[in-house]
């Protein structure tokens, strides 16, 4: 007569299930959002605007056909703005045309910096595609990104996201996030 | 008479666990059916911009989407781009109440870190997007996001 099996102990089943049901509760996360992120100026009180001196400004337009302008010439491709604003920014040549630079005490790194006093000045017309627009904020930030991301080799011999939160912090100081959007004009129609 | 016959220690019997397991996945597929992402439908259509320098949003309770389109209705609705908040829609002029509405809804501490997540159809004009940074500067909603997908290119 063959042997009865002997029964196999299921009582850690329910523990076992319960650690997967934890474990998938706690790696699974609800697809989030994601996207460029901008803080919108107070709204204007009175005529308190700032004057920024012509040559830190970097004005970029783009109208309703989705062309796009900097500094008075045609830009052909949108890829082209990151090493513009890059160049303008840096001024590495000192180029009186390209934005001047201010040595600033920068208290997180404890040390004199020039800070670029540079402004890129957007603006777009109401005609103008959501795409495009995305388009030009990604170059943009994309320049601030990879700005702070040289200084930050340079200077640290570490990536960006290595640093330290002070560091970071100061890094954010010597390569301030200057992106100013013009009050909305309307020439092209809707 | 020997017919109860005492048998010593008898002790409990074991209770049969096998079944466990079936029960607490009976659990846990009930609170997955009961309970819903609320996530509103969608009445416009909405393709996403796509770009390379994107940062995830922090908190998801401290994200308020403010979906803007051409309607999927085009029969009755048209296709001019209008603006989705919560489940319908919404005109410009309506937006600062919805910020204030969507504000009590947070604790107070919290209203200011409210993200305010545009999603916008690419193909939208800029028009009606400036109209809505424009009341939401007005109404002190200034984390602004602008959602789109990565790529790496």
């Known amino acids: 007569m063959a042997k009865k099996t002997p029964g196999l102990n299921t009582g850690s089943m ?23 992120q901008r803080r919108l100026p107070p709204p204007l009180q009175g005529d308190k605007a700032t004057e920024v001196h012509k040559r830190d400004i970097l004005t970029v337009l783009v109208n309703m056909h ?6 008075g010439e045609i830009l052909p491709d949108v890829q082209l703005l990151k090493d513009k604003t890059k160049e303008f920014i840096a001024n590495p040549t000192n180029d009186p045309s390209l934005s001047d630079k ?21 603006q777009n017309d ?41 560091q970071l912090k100061g890094v954010k100081k010597v390569i301030p996030v200057s992106i100013s959007e013009a009050e909305p004009v309307n020439y092209g129609g809707k | 008479m020997g017919r109860f016959k005492k048998e010593g220690n008898k002790g409990t019997p074991d209770l049969n666990m096998g079944s466990m397991s ?3 996945f009976m659990f846990l597929f009930f609170f997955m059916v009961i309970t819903t992402m609320r996530e509103s439908s969608l009445f416009v259509t909405i393709q996403l911009p796509k770009a390379t320098e994107v940062q995830k949003l922090q908190k998801k309770s ?9 309607p999927k209705d085009v029969a009755k ?4 781009p209008r603006i989705q ?11 600062p109440q919805c910020v204030e509405r969507e504000k009590t809804n947070h604790p107070e501490n919290d209203r200011n870190k409210l993200t305010w997540s545009l999603k916008v159809n690419k193909e939208t004009k800029m028009g009606i997007v400036t109209d809505v940074k424009q009341e939401l500067r007005k109404s002190n909603a200034f984390k602004v996001n602008y959602s789109t997908l990565k790529t790496n290119k």
């Open chain 1, 126 to 166: 109401r005609g103008t595609s959501y795409e495009m627009y995305i388009a030009v904020q990604n170059q943009l930030t994309a320049a601030f990104n990879e700005l702070m991301e040289e200084y930050s080799q340079s200077h640290f011999g570490k990536s960006l996201h290595q640093l330290n939160e002070q």
């Open chain 2, 85 to 95: 908040w919560d489940d319908q829609f919404a005109n410009v002029e309506d937006i």
């Open chain 1, 102 to 122: 201010k040595l600033t005490y920068i208290k997180e790194l404890d040390k004199e910096e020039y800070v670029s006093k540079g402004v890129v000045s957007l």
């Open chain 1, 66 to 71: 989705d062309q796009i302008m900097v500094n």
């Open chain 1, 14 to 36: 329910a523990d076992i299930s319960f650690l997967l049901l934890t474990f998938f509760l706690l790696t699974s996360s609800i697809n989030t959002d994601q996207g460029i």
């Open chain 2, 22 to 24: 079936d029960i607490i």
């Open chain 2, 62 to 70: 401290l994200v308020v989407n403010i979906n803007i389109g051409a």
């Open chain 2, 77 to 80: 609705l048209g296709n001019e």
